[in-house]
């Protein structure tokens, strides 16, 4: 793995110790260089304004990379200190995860949208374009980072020097190696108590600017043309409500000017450039953008057809070639949103059209049931990834919705007779599962798992991924004290809550990262939950023949404990066909409690509240289960 790093080997710890302000050293004050970069200076915020002829910045002085990293290994916290340094942003003590623009990734400390900023910087007397992409580091959101890599030339491979590399660092790490990026290693956390930053062999002396700017010239200058006709790829997207589509371009050819024709490669339509600009970090309108730069552009697009992710952009009666673009993101878990009243259908629908602009990966289908109304099937690249993508229905546009069970998609080969030949379905909807009687096979993805772990935890590490039905492939020692797993894993094992018990039963040591690996034979049932003999739709889930009574069991012990007493009693059974195969009941109220029970429901008001049958269930309820269902 380390013989290609060594091509940019010799890097920034320097600039890593100044990471948290801490560290082993003074962090040099804003405005002045420390000893060890005797050339480099940093602009002022007033200089800042005369830069914007983008002209001034020739291909050979311009470095493209992204920022990647394990989770939490500080990739953000990095960005922040480069702009920083750069004088793109004051330095003052608020300066934390400046990227990280969304609520949501406010909120939960992590990101989960890749980031653009343009830096400007002069170093041993020529003034250098530093575009940097700031990626998020959850196996998730890892279609945020392959995207960034197009726009790219190096990577800035970020590892926590306390943990060491880590199972998204050995991906990020293939990613840009097949990407052909040079890789230039950054160790960081080096103030930490158990920080080993020796056991990575690099000189302390390097200076990362220095690194970027001139050591790794010829390998980092974008190969493109100016003077050839506009090629331009949209890596990314984002949604503004009055602008339309602000789409994030990389120029691989000519010029692009506000007020040019452009025509779009997929849709073939025609528009005028109503805008463009760099992203410093904010929207910072340019005349022009050259190729080897990365901006923005803003030219009337106003829905999702129209801005594709991966699409070329070129002058209207100048056609191209157009760019490889990328593989559409490979949804893994499938789950139903509806409306929590249909009264707010068309509501939640634009909300939905607008957030996928913003997040080109998850897939949108309509859907209908006949409990829950009319709503979608939507694709989400993990169970984070869809978490956050409800929660930013929530926090931006003020959404409440039904979630239904994550499921994984299967596949059923219809059993064939004289007449029909092998036919296979893919099955997104649990309630759309074929019955046995009508299947010859049933088919679940698989994944092929990489856990990080030091030795101490293997046999309990072997032990979990046993118990969720997984295979070993391979297992070898990367290092004196730590262990390299890897495990054919069904999908749906792993899906909603493997990587927190990882976590747990390793002490938060372990790390887990994981690839497609095709399908592989199964024995799947469903089951439903039924409340007083009604199903809950919420909850019907396709399960491992083997697993489905513990399953059952749980769900219903689980939705015991969320359900509020009523004036019946409630029987909440877990159901494969016409079989019972596991039960609970929540008692009526007693008597002398009923009056006072009964107040107090009428002081709660009209909480929303589903009804299945004659059971009113509080719509957290079913959340609360979801997300225990397959821990068991
Ligand atoms: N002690 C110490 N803490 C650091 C350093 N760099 C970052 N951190 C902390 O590590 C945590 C994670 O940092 P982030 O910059 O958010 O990490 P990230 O890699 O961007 O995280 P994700 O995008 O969620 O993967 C934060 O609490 C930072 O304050 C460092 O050099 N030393």
């Known amino acids: 793995m380390w013989t290609l790093v060594s091509r940019g080997w010799g890097c920034a710890r320097t600039l890593a110790r100044w990471a948290t302000g801490a560290a082993l050293g003074p962090a040099p004050s804003f405005g002045a260089a420390p000893e060890s970069w005797p050339t480099c200076r940093l602009y002022s915020s007033a200089e ?13 002085n311009i470095r493209n990379f992204s920022i990647v990293a394990h989770v939490d290994h500080g990739k953000s916290t990095l960005a922040d200190r480069l702009l920083e340094l750069t004088g793109t942003i004051d330095k003052t003590k608020n300066n934390k995860q400046v990227l990280d623009k969304l609520q949501v990734e406010r909120e939960r400390g992590i990101t989960v949208k890749a980031q653009t900023a343009s830096l400007f910087h002069n170093c041993e007397g020529k003034q250098y374009l530093l575009n940097l992409i700031d990626t998020p580091g959850h196996v998730d959101f ?5 995207r960034s890599l197009s726009a790219c030339q190096g ?12 199972a998204q660092t050995v991906a990020n790490f293939f990613l840009a190696f097949e990407a052909q990026l040079s890789v230039i290693p950054v160790i960081n956390k080096i103030d930490l108590k158990n920080a080993d930053p020796e ?9 990362l600017f220095r690194l970027l700017c ?37 120029l691989f050819d000519g010029v692009v000017s506000k007020g040019d024709k452009i025509v779009s490669a997929h849709t073939q339509k025609t528009y005028e450039v109503n805008e463009v600009g760099v992203l410093n970090p904010n929207e910072q309108p340019t005349h022009k953008l ?30 191209v070639e157009p760019l490889p673009g990328f593989k559409s993101a490979k949804p893994m878990v499938f789950a139903g949103m509806y409306p929590v009243d249909q009264s707010e259908y068309n509501n939640l629908k634009s909300a939905i059209e ?14 209908s049931s006949l409990a829950l109304g009319a709503g979608w099937r939507l694709g989400f690249l993990g169970l984070l990834h869809m978490e956050v993508f409800n929660q930013r229905l929530e926090l931006e546009y003020n959404a409440s919705v039904i979630l ?24 997104i909807n649990p309630a759309q599962f074929p019955d046995k009687s009508k299947v010859t096979e049933y088919l679940e993805p698989v994944v092929l798992g990489t856990i990080i772990t030091p030795d101490e935890y293997t046999g309990k590490i072997m032990m979990l991924c046993e118990a969720r039905r997984a295979v070993q492939k391979n297992m070898i020692f990367i290092d004196q004290n730590r262990v390299m797993l890897k495990y054919l894993f069904p999908l749906n094992e792993i899906v909603v809550d493997f990587y927190d018990s990882l976590k747990s039963l390793s002490s938060g040591y372990a790390s887990f990262d994981y690839e497609d690996a095709g399908y592989q034979t199964a024995e799947l049932v469903k089951m439903d939950i039924l409340l007083n003999g009604n199903n809950v739709e919420e909850l019907v889930t396709v399960v491992h023949k083997d697993k489905a009574h513990s399953i059952g069991k749980a769900i219903c012990e689980r939705l015991k404990d969320s359900l509020p007493r009523q004036l019946f009693e409630i029987a909440i059974q877990a159901a494969i066909g016409s079989k019972i195969i596991a039960r609970e009941t929540v008692k009526a109220y007693r008597k002398n409690v009923l009056a006072k029970c009964l107040l107090k429901r009428q002081a709660e008001g009209k909480k929303k509240l589903r009804k299945i049958g004659n059971v009113e269930v509080p719509k957290d309820a079913f959340i609360k289960v979801l997300k225990t269902q397959s821990s068991k």
């Open 142 to 146: 890892s279609y945020e980072v392959s």
């Open 404 to 427: 239904t069970t994550p499921t994984v998609p299967y596949k059923a080969v219809l059993s064939s007779s004289k007449l029909i030949k092998r036919k296979e379905i893919t099955i």
């Open 290 to 319: 050259y190729a080897g730069q990365v901006g923005y552009l803003i030219a009337g697009m106003k829905n999702v057809t129209e801005a594709q992710i991966g699409d070329t952009l070129y002058l209207h009666k100048q056609p």
């Open 354 to 367: 607008k957030l996928t602009l913003n997040d080109s990966s998850v897939t949108v289908h309509r859907d």
């Open 48 to 60: 800042f304004k005369e830069k914007l002829d983008m002209s001034r910045f020739p291909v050979e």
């Open 199 to 207: 056991m990575f062999d690099i000189p302390s002396d390097e200076c």
């Open 155 to 166: 990577v800035l491979l970020v590892v926590d020097a306390n943990e060491g590399i880590q």
């Open 214 to 250: 001139i050591r790794l010239s010829q390998e980092l200058n974008p190969k493109v043309h100016r003077k050839n006709p506009l090629r331009a790829l949209v890596f990314d997207s984002t949604f503004d409500q009055y602008r339309g589509v602000i789409a994030n371009v990389a």
